[in-house]
């Protein structure tokens, strides 16, 4: 059902306007890496605040009810692309119809955190976070759409979702004890994943994915593979303080020697265009919009709202970590947008959805 108006007056306003100053950030500085994917970009930002206002109209519990279609409809998507979707740089992710495209994994993402709000609403009610059949629930519904993902291949997205569901897990209610079994497990297992990895012979990783984890440990034995990253980090340098501009000639922006730099990459492009200052900005308007979708958590009117504010502030902040992380050479090289800001519109209209949610939550806060 449709919110009554007299909720309008609680909606998070200021994080609408963040949004579409990061939405409107995004268009300037992609229309000065390429004008080509301006156009695209604009429409995208426009149709993304649709979105936002269309699902901030409607009740949160009507989304969250509608979970079980929602994830099949996600799955199918899934399973579609990896049979029908269209192959780029080794990897199929993409469906295609004309000179439109759509990424699946973005819009699954966003159905995950509606999913498990409401799973993990449903276990703590019946006080069954802790309990072995309510972790085996949470792994059966996670496992689905991490192991389609990933055979697309896409081990960024991939550990991005996994790492918010988990967190969404912890907010949840899962006890301390099991944390600490889990990283006493985990911690060892992950120095035997990256020796196997290395090993000639090796089945868990694609071959472009172990050279960029090497290239990561090893930077001097596989300079090649660092080229982009590296270039990155020059853009970035050449930004100093003030930034060059945004046009600005003999830029390594305007060289083009960073592949699809409007995409994963456009953090650089800020960096240089904007220098250091602007790059701060950049961060604290994401780092903004982030605690302001904690905020409405902390003052959601239940469990259900609260999971689901958190999951899309957790989405928000690790795929913008990951991003920045990369584009800076903190993290091995791997390709995930930064919200709101790259270029993508699957990113930018699944995350709007997230936003709408969080509007709605923000909507329906609990009276103190």
């Known amino acids: 059902m449709m919110l009554r108006k007299q909720y309008l007056k609680n ?36 149709m993304s605040l649709v979105i936002i206002l269309a699902v901030m109209a409607f009740d949160y519990h009507i989304f969250v009810r509608l979970y079980i279609p929602l994830y099949l409809i996600s799955t199918a998507l899934l399973l579609g692309v990896l049979f029908f979707g269209i192959n780029v740089n080794n990897a199929t992710r993409w469906f295609t119809l004309g000179s439109i495209t759509f990424q699946p994994s973005e819009l699954t993402k966003v159905i995950m955190i509606v999913y498990m709000a409401n799973l993990l609403t449903k276990l703590t009610d019946e006080d069954k976070v802790n309990t072995f059949r309510g972790l085996m629930r949470f792994g059966a519904a996670t496992l689905v759409p991490i192991v389609l993902i990933y055979k697309q291949p896409d081990l960024s997205t991939t550990l991005c979702m996994t790492f918010v569901l988990l967190t969404m897990l912890y907010l949840a ?30 089945k868990l990783l694609y071959e472009h994915q172990v050279n960029r984890i090497m290239s990561f440990i090893y930077p001097s034995e596989y300079q ?136 709605n939550v923000s909507m329906q806060k609990r009276k103190f």
């Open 173 to 202: 209610g899962l006890s301390y004890k099991i944390i600490l079994t889990a990283l006493l497990i985990l911690i060892p297992a992950f120095t035997v994943f990256i020796w196997y990895v290395q090993k000639p012979d090796q």
């Open 11 to 46: 909606a998070n306003y200021f994080l609408l306007l963040l949004v579409i100053a990061a939405m409107s950030m995004g268009v300037v500085v992609i229309n000065s890496v390429d004008t080509y994917y301006t156009g695209k970009q604009t429409i995208g930002a426009v």
């Open 224 to 359: 090649d593979t660092n080229d982009q990253q590296n270039y990155s980090i020059m853009a970035i340098g050449n930004g100093r303080l003030k930034g060059q501009g945004l046009n600005a000639e003999g830029t390594v922006k305007a060289s083009g020697i960073i592949p699809e730099q409007q995409t994963d990459f456009i953090f650089s492009a800020i960096g240089e265009s904007f220098g250091f200052i602007g790059s701060v900005i950049t961060l604290a308007l994401i780092l903004l919009i982030v605690l302001q979708c904690i905020r409405v958590a902390r003052r959601a009117r239940d469990i259900t709202g609260r999971l689901l504010a958190m999951g899309v502030a957790c989405l928000i902040g690790y795929q913008s970590f990951i991003n920045i992380g990369v584009t800076t050479k903190l993290l091995p090289n791997t390709g995930i947008p930064l919200p709101f800001i790259s270029y993508g519109l699957s990113s930018l209209m699944s995350t709007a959805i997230g936003i709408g949610l969080v509007l």
